[in-house]
């Protein structure tokens, strides 16, 4: 059996403790100590970190009553020999942060709307929260974080003891009732909450400094809440706050005014996005016009537009082939680009009955490519690009063999 240092002195940060155990964990060294400071995964809490003598424990675990620390590398001192070990009070002091911190908030929720605490989990950036409660408005949660704060800016004393017997649990008024029986251990906060845990905490209300609650989402019959308390809470305000203000120097405005500012600038981009699309419609007929103007005329009647694109929106020039043929009742499109590869794309007027799917097939062989289409509207894609103009040649040449 281990002895739980911790239960007692949470601000334990070194102490001495005889090897009992020498063991191994999955091939990974592992000591038990006669007593320890460091706390083993539980109750939603994760491990400490730190060393015993000097090797770092890289995980705690809780084993019937004992407390197996597993070590990057195998301790020297033998069995029954003293070792000294220390503990990473950062990571200590904020799990202490974070679930002193969530007694209260669970308090809070218990003490405004009899709501019950269903699950804890402290994460590394964020700690969560499942409670009985069907929905949470944004009203409701401001008034459980006020009410936390509360209870945190009156420094209220926090104490840790032990209780036996069914009669003396009755008595406490636990907020939720233990699974353990026997010897059970109380987190009381003052005039507050009274229950039953096993963690580490900190000695007053005033050490958790604030708790937020950053977001909550509906997980079946429960709300799972996100929150985060003390360090974390402040790391989290200062890069929000450096944001904002790199944010608000950018655009030159307040800070305050920053929600309507960036409405107006969404607003503003849905409008110049609608007149962009305008505009491109515009230089599409126009730029479908001056290809129909300057086509070249086939028996004195079928205008003939042959094009390569270099570099190009394949979208928009299937865009501008529609416009073309949709405008003019004798044309004939015979287009190639250039980007990502070799495209093609062939089409004439509805009137003129040629196939450009048969001739497109015939043509795409130039460019190692395959496509095919509707009679009057086909395209093809392939790897070799130097067989562009070969192709639309093809097609110059032959397109009246490939009639309807
Ligand atoms: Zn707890």
Redo the contacts with the bound molecule.
């Keep these: 059996m281990t002895k739980r240092l911790y239960y007692q002195d949470s601000y334990l940060k070194e102490f001495k403790a005889k090897v009992l155990k020498k063991i191994k964990i999955d091939n990974q060294p592992a000591v038990v100590l006669d007593e320890t400071a460091f706390y083993p995964t539980s ?1 939603g809490q994760p491990y400490d970190k730190g060393v015993i003598q000097d090797v770092p424990v890289v995980e705690v675990v809780e084993e019937g009553d004992e407390i197996i620390h597993i070590l990057k590398e195998e301790l020297k001192e033998k069995i029954i020999s003293e070792v000294v070990g220390k503990i990473d009070w950062e990571r200590r002091f904020d799990h202490m942060q974070q ?1 002193l911190g ?2 209260i908030l669970s308090g809070a929720l218990m003490e405004l709307w009899s709501v019950e605490t269903v699950s ?1 989990h402290l994460g590394e950036e964020v700690c969560t929260l499942d409670i009985a409660k069907e929905k949470l408005s944004e009203e409701e949660a401001k008034k459980a974080e006020e009410c936390a704060n509360e209870i945190i800016f009156d420094n209220r004393p926090v104490k840790c003891y032990f209780v036996e017997g069914e009669e003396e649990l009755k008595r406490l008024n636990l907020r939720k009732v233990p699974e353990k029986t026997g010897k059970i251990r109380i ?1 009381e906060v003052e005039d507050f909450d009274l ?1 039953a ?1 096993g ?1 580490t905490h900190c000695r007053a209300t005033g050490e958790v400094g604030m708790i937020k609650i950053t977001k909550w989402e509906k997980r079946g019959e429960k709300i799972r809440l996100e929150f985060i308390c003390g360090r974390r809470a402040w790391k989290d305000y200062f890069w929000k706050n450096e944001a904002i203000k790199n944010i608000s120097n950018k655009l030159t405005i307040k800070d305050s005014e920053l929600g309507e500012a960036i409405d107006r600038m969404l607003e503003d981009r849905k409008e110049i996005g609608k007149e962009l699309k305008e505009f491109k419609e515009k230089l599409q007929e126009y730029e479908a016009k001056r290809l129909i103007d300057e086509s070249s005329l086939r028996d004195s009647r079928i205008k003939i537009i042959n094009k390569v694109f270099e570099e190009d929106n394949f979208q928009e020039v299937k865009e501008l082939v529609q416009k073309i043929i949709n405008l003019d009742e004798s044309v004939i499109v015979l287009f190639g680009v250039k980007s990502g590869g070799a495209k093609i794309l062939f089409a004439c007027s509805r009137a003129l009955k040629y196939d450009m799917n048969r001739l497109i097939r015939e043509a795409g062989k130039f460019i190692e490519g395959r496509g095919g289409g509707a009679p009057n509207f086909a395209q093809a894609g392939g790897k070799r690009a130097e067989g562009i103009e070969d192709a639309l040649n093809y097609a110059l040449e032959h397109f009246q063999e490939f009639i309807i």
């Design positions: 109750g679930h969530q007694h804890f987190i229950s845990c963690g």
